[in-house]
């Protein structure tokens, strides 16, 4: 059973605090997200930082924390997002988890905008 892109960011959507906001985020930047690899980038920065958040044994790494959903800084750019990238690289659970959301986050702002296109 196939489950459509609107009800996927529904179901992130519906879940704590910290998903239900990055994925507002993602629906508000669909437009943007299929043509900004920096809006992509730190849309799935967000969600592997709810994910890290939800393991108590974790923390998030120092140079990520400008992209925690609670913090989240218009003011960080490419640069931040390189280090805070490189920092998810040293995990191979966090890189697994950031690379998943990167490709998901381009395919829910693709399906979602053609949705809301049509």
Not at 12 to 30: E, N, S, V, W
Not at 46 to 58: F, K, P
Not at 97 to 114: I, K, N, P, T
């Amino acid at each position: 059973m196939s489950t459509t892109t609107p009800e996927i960011l529904k179901d992130y959507g519906q879940r704590p605090d910290c998903f239900r906001k990055a994925a507002g985020l993602i629906r508000t930047r669909c437009g943007e997200l299929d043509m900004n690899e920096d809006e992509r980038i730190k849309a799935a920065i967000s969600m592997t930082l709810c994910e890290l958040a939800t393991a108590r044994h974790h923390s998030v790494p120092f140079e990520c924390t400008p992209f925690t959903v609670d913090f989240i800084s218009t003011s960080s750019g490419p640069h931040s997002q390189g280090e805070c990238v490189d920092a998810l690289s040293r995990s191979a659970q966090f890189w697994s988890s950031y690379s998943g959301y990167l490709r998901e986050v381009r395919m829910y702002a693709q399906r979602f905008f053609s949705f809301i296109s049509s």
